[in-house]
């Protein structure tokens, strides 16, 4: 519950949660057993906290690893090495001023790269675990004419208006903060938040999602809502969650509103949660897909985003936009 | 309970309903209680009243737009404030009355920002509490805006936010938090009541009977207004079986509202997008 408050963060032992990580994703679902981890004070199994959504292990697997799960000592060891470095920005770029090639988006600069704060060392090839090639399935012929639709809709019309830009530079989803959940570029940070009955997960940049966890179905008939709806229940240590009722527009990596999400978090050690995701979507792919990493809990608390409140973007890509329009016309 | 005499009318009123509605079937339910002893604020909870359109005492009033007539014309209400009125600096007062003529366009509800404290809580949407023997989490429906409510805590504000930074702790039966560390861009009520960046709001929050509880809130603000005042109203809980708070992302609505003047030139707002 309140560790995360009063606890430093813990380096993770990488061959350990390498060890536990091993097992999980493509497993079938655990047989009801009694928990043997931390408890809350009403008897579920405690994984409330703040954690960091980063890890060392890409997304999909880089095809030169073929089959292989986890990288050796010496590939994991140069792995950490590189992330580590500290990293100089050049400011004095010989860039021209006041040009679009001038712009400087560099996260290192705010503390936010990806050698400092909380990180999940991993030694996994990749995220994705299922299939057995650690890549994401190609889409099925419907979910391309799905997408190719979207675009068309778009297309010419992208800077006519907010309605024509992207969820996430509206501030209505951010594909990270999801289920399933996956590290983003910055800000990838969860709060997970337990009372009796209910599990509340939130990523910084999304909404809350408040789980009821008294063993409820999900219901047939679900509003759609953006980040779906969700129930879960605990199986011996694991909270395993299912998600449906996406909105269509959603449309996480080409999905259909016909996605489906499990997921399980296990606590595996004082600072680490294991997060296991499964999705289904018989109108995007073929086969279901899914993978496994750690996340790693922090001295912190969750901070609020306010997205909508500071999205000086949206106006400045558009009245930008508005900008290179009227000078276009001046110039004919 | 803290029940002044000026606000002491409305709250007896609603407080008698609801315990002839409790012994009507004969109950003594009691409100629920946590495993520590403390009152369990755990459900979904709103006000039902015109707190959001006014805090003060208000006859009804015009819609914003006239076009929109009698439906979205200001219901009356008694107000929520013990004594009626704000008592607002001279200069303070006039600001207010410049945020209502311009509240078509001022108003951070409209543009679907972050409700702030106490507004949040009276905005015409559900809310929902999560309790559990350290801490407390109140997930708003509206902008999808959540708090986190630190029991026994004493850390200062951090920085600056919308929601502000809750401390809290039991007197009794009652919740008490306090909440700074505003940013000073919220509004108290469609009506351009407000408070400044340096408010410091201390909420009660008092059982009243099983399926209610008395809400009040003071606020200081030395720069804003001559002494501390006080809201006060009851809640209500929401009993529906298996009842959820359903997602209001309120952004799509307010596009138009912040950056309609931005489209290109020649184009209007996509009606596709209205059936989404």
């Excluded at chain 1, 800000?187 to 938040?193: E, G, H, R, V, Y």
């Excluded at chain 1, 395993?240 to 080409?254: D, I, L, Q, S």
């Excluded at chain 1, 999400?261 to 606590?267: K, P, S």
């Excluded at chain 2, 509202?257 to 030139?265: A, D, E, F, T």
């Amino acid at each position: 519950m309140k560790h995360s408050m009063t606890r430093l963060h813990r380096s993770s032992i990488a061959g350990a949660v390498a060890c536990v990580l091993a097992a999980a994703a493509t497993l079938p679902a655990a047989a009801q057993t009694s928990p043997t981890g931390p408890l809350t004070a009403w008897g579920d199994p405690d994984i409330a906290g703040v954690y960091a959504l980063y890890t060392t292990a890409p997304l999909e697997r880089p095809e030169q690893f073929g089959e292989r799960e986890f990288l050796t000592d010496d590939e994991f060891a140069e792995i950490e090495r590189r992330r580590l470095e500290p990293r100089e920005f050049n400011f004095e770029s010989d860039t021209e001023p006041g040009t679009a090639g001038d712009v400087h988006y560099n996260l290192d600069q705010f503390a936010l790269g990806a050698n400092e704060g909380v990180n999940s060392p991993n030694r996994r090839t990749s995220i994705v675990t299922m299939p057995a090639n650690g890549r994401i399935p190609a889409a099925l012929p419907q979910a391309a004419a799905r997408r190719e639709a979207a675009t068309a809709r778009t297309r010419g019309r992208q800077f006519d208006g907010p309605e024509f830009r992207s969820l996430t530079e509206r501030c209505i989803v951010w594909s990270q903060t999801l289920p399933p959940l996956l590290p983003g570029g910055y800000n990838s940070n969860l709060q997970i938040f337990q009372s009796p009955g209910y599990v509340l997960i939130q990523g910084e940049m999304g909404d809350p999602r408040v789980i009821p966890t008294d063993g409820r179905a999900l219901p047939e008939n679900l509003l759609p809502q953006w980040n779906g709806t969700s129930v879960g229940h605990w199986e011996g240590d694991t909270l395993v969650v299912e998600t449906a009722g996406f909105r269509p527009e959603n449309a996480w990596r080409g999905s259909s509103d016909q996605l489906r999400v499990t997921e399980r978090f296990t606590r595996v050690d004082e600072d680490t949660i294991e997060y296991a995701f499964t999705v289904v979507d018989p109108e995007t792919w073929a086969e279901p897909w899914g993978g496994v990493f750690p996340i790693t809990e922090m001295d912190s608390v969750l901070f609020e985003y306010a997205c909508t409140e500071g999205n000086y973007g949206m106006a400045n890509i558009l009245s930008g936009e508005r900008a290179r329009e009227r000078e276009a016309a001046a110039g004919q | 309970m803290r029940i002044s005499t000026a606000g002491f009318v409305l709250v007896a009123a609603v407080f008698c309903g609801a315990c002839a509605s409790d012994e009507a079937d004969g109950d003594t339910v009691e409100f629920p209680r946590a495993a520590g002893g403390q009152p369990d604020l755990s459900g979904v909870w709103q006000a039902i009243n015109t707190a959001h359109w006014n805090l003060e005492p208000h006859v009804p009033g015009y819609p914003v737009l006239l076009d929109l007539g009698a439906q979205f014309a200001v219901p009356p209400g008694p107000g929520v404030v013990d004594g009626g009125e704000i008592p607002y600096l001279p200069e303070a007062r006039a600001e207010r009355d410049r945020r209502f003529a311009n509240r078509l366009t001022e108003d951070p509800e409209g543009k679907c920002y972050l409700g702030g404290v106490p507004r949040s809580t009276y905005m015409p949407y559900p809310f929902q509490i999560l309790q559990n023997e350290d801490d407390i989490l109140i997930v708003y429906q509206f902008a999808t805006g959540t708090r986190r409510l630190f029991v026994d805590g004493t850390d200062p504000a951090p920085l600056d936010s919308w929601m502000g930074w809750s401390n809290a702790h039991w007197e009794g039966d009652t919740l008490v938090v306090e909440v700074t560390g505003f940013n000073g861009q919220t509004w108290l009520d469609r009506a351009g009541n407000y408070a400044s960046a340096g408010a410091k709001v201390t909420e009660r929050y008092t059982p009243l009977g099983p399926d209610h509880l008395q809400y009040e809130a003071t606020i200081e603000d030395a720069s804003v207004y001559s002494r501390p005042w006080t809201i006060r109203m009851p809640l209500y809980r929401i009993v529906d079986e298996d009842f959820r708070l359903l997602e209001f992302k309120c952004e799509p609505f307010a596009e138009e509202k912040v950056y309609g003047h931005l489209r290109k030139p020649g184009t209007e707002f996509p009606e596709e997008v209205r059936s989404q």
